[in-house]
Antibody, heavy 118, light 106 residues
Framework: ELQVVESGGGLVQPGGSLRLSCAASGFMFSSFWMTWVRQAPGKGLEWVANIKQDGSEKYYVDSVKGRFTISRDNAKNSLYLQMNSLRAEDTAVYYCARRCSSGCIDSWGQGTLVTVSS | DIQMTQSPSTLSASVGDRVTITCRAS??????LAWYQQKPGKAPKLLIY???TLEIGVPSRFSGSGSGTEFTLTISSLQPDDFATYYCQQYNTYSTFGQGTKVEIK
């Protein structure tokens, strides 16, 4: 069964760092672009970052450029999001997701909550 | 950046109603548009991709149309399980979501 499971969320102070992880199973992880999408409490969905199959291309929403880094380890079927210089506005549920071949998102994790607060 | 604008923001409807949600892109995105359904506390679920292609397992009462800058999601006969929030997403250039349309019980 296709599955992506996020971990690593929690409470962090403004200016702090957090690393999210996503474990993928049930599909050929190395063959797919992967993505992170977030959703602030009570708000809509916001795309955060994409990474190509081999990690050679990475794209970010403007609001996280220079602060967040997406990466992957195909040997471990894992996706990561390193988040530095966190701000209150980064508070959200972060979803790890698989991109379909055309670019849509066809599989989502259950999400992990990141709360940035003092 | 490509902006996506959904309308309406909230829609009140009854079981059996035909429902249409509109999504407009700030510039042409060809047919690179997807629709998702999200229920409270759950991850979004893909309904339609490439503007009009139904994802496997999604009921045929859902349909999508449009290209360029104007797109619609139609539910032909609203069912109790369909009360949820719906999002469009463009993936022509990076990715952007619409702000969502909440379909609630009238």
């Amino acid at each position: 069964e296709l599955q992506v499971v996020e971990s690593g969320g929690g409470l962090v102070q403004p200016g702090g760092s957090l690393r999210l992880s996503c474990a993928a199973s049930g599909f050929m992880f190395s063959s797919f672009w992967m993505t992170w999408v977030r959703q602030a409490p009570g708000k809509g969905l916001e795309w955060v970052a994409n990474i190509k199959q081999d990690g050679s291309e990475k794209y970010y929403v403007d609001s996280v450029k220079g602060r967040f880094t997406i990466s992957r380890d195909n040997a471990k079927n894992s996706l990561y999001l390193q988040m530095n210089s966190l701000r209150a506005e980064d508070t959200a549920v972060y979803y790890c997701a698989r991109r379909c071949s055309s670019g849509c998102i066809d599989s989502w994790g259950q999400g992990t909550l990141v709360t940035v607060s003092s | 950046d490509i902006q996506m604008t959904q309308s309406p923001s909230t829609l009140s409807a009854s079981v059996g109603d035909r429902v249409t949600i509109t999504c407009r892109a700030s510039q042409s995105i060809s047919s690179w548009l997807a629709w998702y359904q999200q229920k409270p506390g759950k991850a979004p679920k893909l309904l339609i991709y490439k503007a009009s292609t139904l994802e496997i397992g999604v009921p045929s009462r859902f349909s999508g149309s449009g290209s360029g800058t104007e797109f619609t999601l139609t539910i032909s006969s609203l069912q109790p399980d369909d009360f949820a929030t719906y999002y469009c997403q463009q993936y022509n250039t990076y990715s952007t979501f619409g702000q969502g349309t909440k379909v609630e019980i009238k």
